[in-house]
């Protein structure tokens, strides 16, 4: 839910902190690049990869 809100904080939260630089850094790029249209995809990847990395950490 963490990275819904803002990219790679859920990242962070799970420990990922390469992780989560990748994220601070690509999505907002991609966000002002394209205009939004990769931005929105990129931000629900990061979402999703938290996630995953939450699950495997139980």
């Given at each position: ?7 790679g ?9 390469l ?27 990061s ?12």
């Amino acid at each position: 839910m963490l990275s819904l809100i803002l990219p790679g904080v859920g990242q962070v939260y799970n420990g990922r902190f390469l992780w989560a630089i990748f994220w601070f850094l690509v999505t907002p790029g991609l966000w002002i690049g394209s205009g939004g249209f990769l931005g929105w995809i990129f931000h629900i990847l990061s979402a999703i990869q938290a996630h995953r990395q939450a699950k495997r950490a139980r």
